[in-house]
């Protein structure tokens, strides 16, 4: 076991963390960077990098299944890229500053000095430790839940536009004809303005029936803005 500076600390964290840890050892684990283990002759396995390797692990799967399960439309190219936005250091180490765990972490002398409580890069490991800690000590299930209350905002801003183009014209082919055959058609309604700045309005229509519009300053842009709306319309959230 190591000995933790202040036990009364890990009993904060663990209310940062919404979670009672049955094996107090293990998180202690967590937190121990491996300039401290070096600097204190302890074997490697007694800092974190092995809660982190498997925190890593258990967070891309966490995400994937999330996304694969909210996101059934979108093909696999699209969701690697939103997961890698999800669990990149930025990501995990913003997790870690809103609970504060830098202030948790044993740190050798020399991180200790050089601003280590703050590095992103060490958050991020530490986040993902912290991870694979709570799987060790409790299941699959509180872990996941652990996750998604901390990602799940994340996951969000992956998705939202700007961050990610979606395709909603895709989208919306393959939501309506996996259960029906039908005619989409995407129509020009009305154009304004002079031929330099014009504004175009789209409908799309399912079988001569509208089921959204979309204004834009091309006609592309106005069709799959009126291909989200019928998406929204049907259910999905984008917002």
């Known amino acids: 076991m190591i000995d933790y500076p202040n036990l009364s600390k890990l009993e ?13 050892d ?26 982190e390797f498997l925190g890593d692990t258990i967070l891309g799967l966490v995400v ?7 996101y059934p439309f979108y ?10 936005k999800v669990v990149c250091e930025s990501s995990l180490a913003m997790v870690a500053k809103k609970i504060n765990l830098g202030e948790y972490l044993l740190l050798g002398k020399g991180e200790e000095i050089t ?7 060490i958050l991020a490991d530490a986040s ?33 536009k700007g961050n990610l183009f979606i395709d909603y014209k895709t989208e919306l082919q393959e ?28 409908d799309v229509l399912f079988n001569n029936e509208v089921i959204g519009s979309g204004i834009g300053r091309n006609k592309k842009e106005a069709a799959q803005l009126s291909a989200k709306e019928a998406l929204i319309l049907m259910g999905e959230d984008y917002d």
């Not at 904060?12 to 107090?24: N, P, R």
């Not at 293990?26 to 809660?51: C, D």
């Not at 994937?64 to 909210?70: I, Q």
Request: aromatic share 8%.
């Open 115 to 121: 601003g280590g409580r703050n590095r992103d890069s």
């Open 12 to 24: 904060e964290l663990q209310k940062e963390l919404k979670y009672q840890f049955e094996d107090v």
């Open 175 to 202: 939501r309506l004809q996996k259960h029906t055959k039908g005619l989409i058609e995407y129509r020009v309604i009305k154009e304004e303005g002079p031929d330099h700045n014009k504004i175009f309005y789209v």
């Open 75 to 84: 093909p696999e190219g699209e969701l690697t890229k939103i997961r890698a």
């Open 64 to 70: 994937s299944e999330n996304l694969f399960m909210k």
């Open 128 to 160: 993902e430790s912290i991870t694979g800690a709570i799987f060790t000590d409790s299941n699959y299930d509180r872990v996941k839940e652990f996750l998604l209350s901390n990602f799940e905002i994340d996951i969000v801003k992956a998705v939202a």
């Open 26 to 51: 293990i998180l202690i684990t967590a937190l121990t960077h491996s300039s401290y283990a070096n600097e204190q002759g302890l074997h490697p396995s007694k800092s974190n990098q092995r809660l």
